[in-house]
């Protein structure tokens, strides 16, 4: 199953302990996990940060797929 992980820069929950570990290893862990995406001076709410940004980025990961 494809995957994609969003989130913004300011998010607090990055900062949880050993997530940047985890984030690291989703691609090892699942075969079709995309790269990461960190949007610059977002928080939580990416979807409502960040809409245009989100939409393309859902978008153009709908159109990869096969």
């Known amino acids: 199953m494809p995957?994609?992980?969003?989130a913004?820069?300011?998010?607090?929950?990055l900062a949880f302990e050993g997530l940047d570990l985890?984030?690291?290893a989703l691609p090892q862990q699942h075969p079709q996990f995309r790269k990461p995406v960190i949007l610059p001076g977002c928080g939580h709410w990416t979807?409502?940060?960040?809409?245009g940004e989100v939409n393309r980025l859902l978008l153009d990961f709908l159109h990869s797929l096969d």
């Open 47 to 51: 979807q409502q940060e960040y809409p």
């Open 8 to 13: 913004g820069d300011r998010d607090l929950v």
């Open 22 to 24: 985890l984030i690291e």
């Open 3 to 6: 995957a994609m992980f969003v």
